[in-house]
């Protein structure tokens, strides 16, 4: 893809009254353009990011034996008032009368839809573990919106719902779930805390968390050297609970993450009941697992930058390799156009800078927009035969013979995106 046929909209200054990093790399970057406070468009190069994280999440969500569907936004207020949750999420919620005088929202999450969706599909015992999930847009009506898509009033999330016949069968797939997290935020270049949480307005027994220690964050965990141990931190304390060592780790964190066992909170409020063997009606027995996907990317960016310039780990970031021709002639795009159509038979997605810009103008928006990989073009290495590759993480520089370009790249490329973790050059 060329840059000058794309919509990249990078800027110079850091914009007002942003108070994280990852909010203004992301409206620097040219990912997002914020509507309003807490609502904001994701623009092509952001779209991409969020799509390649949309797709880590399904491939590991797929291979749980889950299945994706899609759920409406509009629900009916009769569905929370089964539950309860009318009263105890009312406050976030966005509610209105149609014009048949029906009250609705807009789902700020889908537990009662799904629960009234499978009680009318399966009474039997037989018919059951089912694990369905969806990446559907939310809406909270949140009175301070903060740190960008960090807490927004409108954003993308990963919602997960198994049925079972028995807490047995819950405790299979909520470890399922746990292992499948794990993996995830891996994947997308995270390091995450898990901890044990209590369920709060969603209910259960068991949850846990999945938090990413970051500078912005609503969250604290306290991490503890001596013993490993992973919690919630007490405000003002950083004694280990566990052990009781003295300064133990504090640090701010980011939720990503969250899953419940929820028992039959759900499905004996809305009488989602089963036949079992024994020919008895049952309550089926519930978990739900969610991710923030959109707040996701706020982490990455959190967590992965350098002199407030984004780096993104390779199987998230927009695209695989940057393409900078310093000078746009016949010779060095002619040499771009082969390299991009024979990476792109591979698999792998390159970005041409074919701007007529400055060389200065380039390497800022390359380093800026942070995909992995920038392969320069120059006049004097054309002459000379050599060429510089570039790696954005650890700004190291290596020279490729101009025969060997296209063979060490896509070497250089797979073997990047079969690892979770990156590799310098």
């Avoid at 970051?214 to 007490?234: F, R, S, T």
């Avoid at 967590?303 to 780990?313: C, L, M, V």
């Avoid at 310093?326 to 990476?343: A, K, P, Y």
Wanted: glycine share 8%.
């Amino acid at each position: 893809m060329d840059w000058s046929k794309s919509f990249i909209p990078t800027l110079k200054e850091t914009p007002g009254h942003t108070e994280a990093v990852s909010h203004q790399l992301m409206l620097r970057a040219g990912l997002v353009n914020m509507l309003t406070s807490g609502v904001y468009s994701y623009l092509p190069l952001g779209l991409r990011v969020l799509s390649r994280v949309e797709n880590i999440i399904r491939e590991e969500m797929n291979v749980t034996g889950a299945q994706e569907l899609f759920l409406p936004c509009l629900q009916p207020i009769e569905l929370w008032k089964q539950t309860g949750r009318d009263k105890t999420m009312g406050e976030v919620m966005l509610q209105f009368k149609d014009k048949r005088g029906r009250e609705v929202c807009l789902g700020p999450t889908h537990e009662e839809v799904i629960t009234d969706l499978v009680k009318q599909y399966v009474q039997s015992y037989r018919q059951l573990p089912v694990t369905l999930y969806q990446i559907q847009t939310k809406f909270r009506d949140e009175l301070r919106t903060r740190f960008g898509v960090v807490r927004a009033s409108e954003f993308i999330m990963k919602d997960a719902y198994s049925f079972d016949r028995d807490v047995e069968g819950l405790k299979k797939n909520y470890e399922k779930m746990h292992q499948a997290y794990g993996t995830i935020f891996r994947r997308c270049g995270l390091q995450i805390v898990t901890i044990a949480a209590e369920a709060g307005a969603m209910g259960g027994d068991v949850s846990h968390e999945f938090l990413v220690p970051a500078a912005i964050g609503e969250d604290a965990v306290i991490l503890c050297p001596d013993c490993g141990y992973q919690g919630k931190a007490e405000e003002g304390k950083n004694v280990c609970p566990e052990c009781g060592k003295q300064k133990a780790e504090v640090k701010t964190a980011i939720e990503l993450g969250h899953i419940f066992q929820l028992g039959t909170k759900y499905s004996q409020a809305q009488e989602a009941l089963f036949l079992d063997e024994d020919g008895k009606q049952k309550p089926i027995i519930m978990g739900c697992y969610g991710i923030g996907v959109s707040r996701m990317i706020a982490a990455i960016i959190e967590t992965s930058h350098d002199d407030k310039r984004i780096i993104w780990p390779q199987e998230v970031a927009p695209f695989d390799l940057e393409i900078l021709p310093l000078q746009v002639n016949d010779e060095t795009m002619g040499l771009s156009r082969i390299i991009d159509r024979e990476l792109s038979h591979g698999g792998v997605e390159v970005l041409i800078d074919d701007r007529e810009a400055s060389a200065g103008v380039k390497f800022n928006d390359a380093d800026l927009v942070g995909i992995p990989f920038q392969f320069i073009i120059g006049q004097r290495g054309l002459k000379e035969g050599k060429l510089e590759l570039k790696a954005r993480r650890t700004q190291k520089v290596s020279v490729v013979p101009k025969d060997e370009v296209v063979s060490r790249l896509k070497d250089l490329v797979k073997v990047q995106s079969s690892v979770p973790k990156e590799i310098g050059v």
